[in-house]
């Protein structure tokens, strides 16, 4: 799986502003970015929001970027940035007098037909660490030296946290009381 931005000549071209290239590079990155927003965020950030800002700082803020080759990994972080701080405004949201309770209220009985929704509500339990890596390694497929490359970290802490991650995935998995019906589509074992 390619990275957005690996053409390093197009990515320096739009730094450099060629609008052009600039055009390109957002068309090649919004899939990505969307869809790391989508599951960085889970079912309390609206994707297409946090992705719309993402890609406002790719365009203010490319220029800032001192080596076209690290592009992917600059901008996976301007994502996890992104989605954190719609993370924390949602949170603060549910203090707001007038507020309506938390849709995703754990009850007993939760049972959702969607596949990915549940998941995503699993993911959206867990600390950003363990959702970063369940994302990377288990949903994007991509190696311990990918993701750590992307997260800035080695391969092994990866490895460690994966193992984590998985064992917390489980443990939410149950508390939900959705841990069977994702055992049996995802492989997890219960």
Same mark, same amino acid.
């Given at each position: 799986m390619d990275y957005p931005g690996t053409d390093a000549e197009l990515v320096r071209s739009a730094r450099d502003g060629d609008t052009e290239a600039m055009n390109r590079l957002v068309d090649e990155s919004l899939t990505y970015v969307l869809r790391w927003c989508?599951?960085?965020?889970g079912t309390k950030v609206d994707a297409e929001d946090a992705a719309h800002d993402?890609?406002?700082v790719l365009i203010t803020r490319l220029h800032t970027l001192r080596d076209p080759a690290q592009f992917p990994y600059w901008l996976f972080g301007t994502t996890k940035h992104v989605v954190s701080g719609h993370r924390r405004a949602t949170w603060l949201k549910k203090w707001v007098p007038g507020s309506t309770p938390d849709e995703?209220? =754990?009850h007993a009985g939760f049972h959702q #037909?969607?596949?990915a929704d549940v998941i995503d509500r699993v993911l959206d339990r867990l600390p950003a660490n363990q959702? =970063?890596?369940l994302i990377l390694c288990d949903i994007e497929e991509r190696s311990a030296t990918e993701a750590g490359a992307l997260l800035n970290v080695p391969p092994g802490t990866i490895k #460690?946290?994966?193992r984590i991650a998985r064992a917390?995935?489980?443990?939410v998995a149950r508390k939900l009381h959705v841990d069977r019906e994702l055992a049996a589509i995802v492989g997890i074992p219960s």
């Open positions: 989508a599951r960085l965020g993402v890609i406002m995703g209220a =754990e #037909s969607d596949t959702r =970063e890596v #460690s946290r994966l917390r995935f489980r443990q």
